[in-house]
């Protein structure tokens, strides 16, 4: 069986690991930055439940009208470290995949890497991957 696709980002952040961490686990501070560049930010939404087993989800519209909502479940919580979450959109919550955030200090700042692994295809790797370049500039700026 071939192995599903998977996408690694890097981002240096101008913040120490556990403001990083923050912004991925403070429901006030992810609706800030999270979603794609088209995303409309006044309508991003999120219910975080940040233990090992618990529930999240993010919403949001975007430019073109669109509603998008993902969710999944914690499975790996290391305060300042590291995040692993399952993701799924609710469009298509058959298709599960899992992501990894792994956050260490970079002199005054921070190194965040990002694996998204596991996914359905090729198109939904590029896809999430120019999803996530925004996002991530998006959390970048949170920083400057």
Known sequence: MLAKPSITLKRR???KPEQVFAAWTDAKKIVRWFGPQQTLLDTVKAELDVRTGGRFWVSFNTEDGDFHKVGGTYREIFPHTRLQF???WHSTPERESLVTVTIREDGDGSML???HEQFFDQA???GHERGWTGTLEKLAAEFE
């Open 124 to 126: 939904a790797a590029e």
């Open 113 to 115: 890497t990002l694996l």
């Open 86 to 88: 399952t993701w799924a």
């Open 13 to 15: 952040l101008n913040a």
